[in-house]
């Protein structure tokens, strides 16, 4: 059971420092615990002390490089469920960005400073990072999740404790937006100019909703919220259907060189480019390392489900203690051959469907190799970061002897396996070739029209 007082008391929070310094393993903890607490009490403890890392981790930590530490020993209030869904403090940092357009808006009309709604708000990480003038207000229907809201704006905003309880509205998020709209007294807080909103999609702990159309309150609900608010942004799974995002918004696809974190959906005075699709790649301390920006494309929303189909299709392989996944995009690129360098897209490109458009202004020879399959070939290399290049050695098709004598005949001893629309275990594939050589090389298991085949590349860095 969550208990919020027990969690933020002052005993709790020296011992966690205490256990912490000491390194003290589970059961040295465990049994200091006995001396003072039940064992429901006890429980709660020790799983809080598992998260207290991460968030600081998430929240808190210096990153530079490869390495990070942490610069404060804050403690914040939550639960497991509840840091996994909050925003991080890269994409976080970056996003407080957009709302420098609400305060322009703001000062043209002679306003005080923005109110924002923090709809759904859970432990606050969509407020944590917003403009230190501005008022945010958090909403949610969960009492435990406003506790943790409450505690961490007096963290992470400043927001003292006596004052916090009046930015916090426990309410439905759809009937605090129609009582914003019609400046009903019924809400103990001014009115609010802006909302904010990330829909839950999980519907027990621990379990992945994979249902995109499965949010809490729906899209169809979030663009109604919309409406009682001069703009807004809401958070979306990446993969959630573009065609049924309406017009007038924008489109935000951000992430790392790695991974696309978050799509958003802007709205109202938010949106800087009203029926554009942006892409925009962050490095760990929220700067904009890469982005790109185009008007959205109606011919390829307009594929209805069974054409589409086709690019939804994806792997999951077990190896290790990870899970390899291809990845597949439509794409309006060519088909071909082979050419001089094969280019995997940049997760933000790919998942805001902007590659091959990107793509093509760099090197008009770009082409995929196979339907559905989102590695481009080219005569030279794609713009990086947007792209990583390979420039191709050899081919053969997948077959062991066929690939082993690759190998053997560029002196290959060790390699990388990357896959897309081909079903291996990685590991255990690099295994049985046995490669042996001086030599390292990135090998690609994927599909040339179709057809299986093994390219194998070498890193090209720019």
């Known amino acids: ?78 639960d497991k469920l509840a840091l996994e869904q909050s925003t991080a403090q890269d994409i976080g940092r970056w996003k407080s960005t957009l709302w420098e357009r609400a305060r322009q808006a703001n000062k043209n009309s002679n306003e005080s400073a923005p109110v924002v709604h923090d709809l759904c708000c859970g432990m606050g990480g969509d407020s944590f990072y917003l403009p230190r003038d501005f008022l945010a207000i958090g909403v949610d229907l969960d009492e435990n999740r ?102 007038g918004t924008e489109i935000l696809y951000i992430g790392s060189r790695t991974d696309c974190r978050e799509c958003l959906v802007l709205f109202g005075e938010l949106a800087q480019n009203p029926d554009h699709v942006r892409a925009v790649m962050v490095d760990k301390t929220g700067n904009t390392i890469a982005e790109w920006n185009e008007v959205r494309d109606e011919k390829r929303e307009a594929r209805n489900e069974s054409e589409q189909s086709q690019y939804d299709h994806n792997y999951e392989l077990e190896g290790r203690d990870r899970v390899y996944t291809t990845a597949s995009s439509e794409s309006d690129l060519p088909l071909g051959n082979v050419s001089k360098f094969i280019s995997e897209p940049s997760p933000v490109l790919l998942r805001s469907h902007l590659f091959g458009i990107v793509a093509l202004a760099h090197d008009e020879s770009t082409h995929l190799i196979s339907p559905g399959i989102a590695y481009t070939t080219s005569e030279k290399p794609l713009p990086s970061p947007g792209f990583a290049n390979f420039e191709v050695l050899d081919s053969a098709e997948i077959s062991t002897g066929a690939v082993r004598a690759m190998l053997k005949a560029h002196d290959i ?18 295994k049985r070739l046995k490669p042996k050589g001086k030599n390292a090389a990135t090998l690609f298991y994927t599909r040339l029209n179709g057809e299986k085949i093994a390219i194998l590349t070498r890193r090209f860095e720019q």
Do not use: W
């Open 146 to 247: 406003l506790a943790m809201y409450r505690y961490n704006s007096s963290v992470m905003r400043g927001v003292s404790r006596e004052s916090s309880h009046a930015h916090a509205i426990l309410g439905d998020v759809r009937e605090i937006a129609k009582e914003n709209d019609s400046g009903s007294t019924a809400l103990a807080s001014p009115k609010a100019d802006y909302f904010t909103i990330d829909p839950a999609r999980r519907a027990l702990e621990g379990e992945n909703q994979r249902d995109l159309r499965n949010l809490t309150p729906t899209f169809e609900e979030v663009i109604e919220i919309s409406k009682h608010y001069k703009g807004g942004m809401a958070k979306i799974p990446p993969g959630y259907p573009i065609c049924e995002i309406p017009r």
């Open 413 to 430: 001893g060790k390699l990388t396996l990357k896959l897309r629309g081909v079903k291996v275990d990685p590991d255990q594939e690099i």
């Open 1 to 78: 059971m969550f208990n919020a007082e027990l969690l933020t008391s002052a005993k709790v929070q020296d011992f966690i420092e205490l256990a912490t310094k000491k390194k003290m393993d589970a059961l040295q903890v465990s049994t200091h615990l006995a001396k003072e607490f039940s064992n429901e009490e006890r429980a709660a403890i020790m799983d809080y002390m598992a998260l207290v890392p991460k968030f600081r981790d998430k929240f808190f930590a210096e990153k530079t490089g490869n390495s990070a530490k942490n610069t404060q020993a804050a403690f914040l209030l939550c």
